[in-house]
């Protein structure tokens, strides 16, 4: 295949193909009674999509294709810019089974390989800076999951296409805004920077009560009035 020219091509086809595969896992994932089946499936072509991911990033590649050499165009026109995306998308669609498939150390791994290369849309980094964040959190490196969270959030907050944000996330932007939020507060939380974490918990409450996101405003709350208490604060956690 080397020789053909045709490797790329197929590499190309096959990143495509587990892209497409992991988005549609994601997907089911949320389905009543589906966690088994679809990590599964998952746990079964790990690998192949651990080397899309390497194979999407990889700089000769880029070079490749930036110089006009690569016959990797798949359906849908993908060119060498694509690469990077394709990588994110990947593995941000991962970040659930890394939580749900007792996949966190080989899912967190994925996703900062993807997060390496500059590039990406601004939703689908942010996307995969939030997976990113949220695993890193539940394996207690709390200063990684605080950086990738705040970095997610700020490119949340820079996306014009609000409507685009909601199918990107596949659900209610309020929502997933809120929660990020909340994630980060509670990566404040947990590495013991309680200001830090009073003060996005805070932001988080007042962006829900605005949003109308009642059942993260409560849980925000009950966070806050925690760390309220860490810092001394006693008359406000009444």
Request: aromatic letters at 8%; proline letters at 3%; a negative charge.
């Amino acid at each position: 295949l080397a020789r053909s020219g045709e490797a790329e091509l197929v590499r190309s086809c096959h990143a495509h193909y587990f892209v497409a595969f992991a988005e549609a896992m994601e997907r089911e994932l949320g389905e009543t009674n589906a966690k088994q089946r679809v990590c599964a499936r998952l746990h079964a072509d790990f690998e192949n999509m651990r080397a899309a991911v390497a194979w999407c990033i990889q700089p000769q590649q880029a070079e490749s294709v930036r110089a006009g050499r690569s016959a990797a165009h798949p359906p849908g026109g993908a060119a060498a810019g694509d690469m990077v995306e394709l990588a994110l998308r990947l593995a941000g669609a991962l970040s659930w089974f890394g939580l749900v498939g007792e996949r966190l150390n080989d899912v967190s791994r994925l996703l900062e390989t993807a997060l390496q290369p500059a590039g990406g849309s601004t939703l689908v980094r942010a996307k995969a800076l939030w997976g990113a964040g949220t695993v890193a959190m539940f394996l207690g490196s709390y200063a990684t999951a605080r950086a990738h969270l705040a970095a997610s959030i700020d490119l949340f907050r820079s996306a014009s296409d609000l409507r685009g944000l909601a199918l990107a996330l596949e659900q209610n932007f309020a929502s997933a805004s809120a929660e990020i939020y909340q994630r980060l507060a509670d990566a404040l939380e947990h590495g013991g920077d309680y200001p830090g974490a009073r003060d996005v918990y805070l932001t988080a409450f007042d962006f829900c009560q605005t949003n109308a996101v009642p059942a993260t405003a409560q849980l925000c709350m009950a966070c806050l009035t925690a760390v309220l208490r860490q810092t001394g604060e006693w008359d406000r956690a009444m």
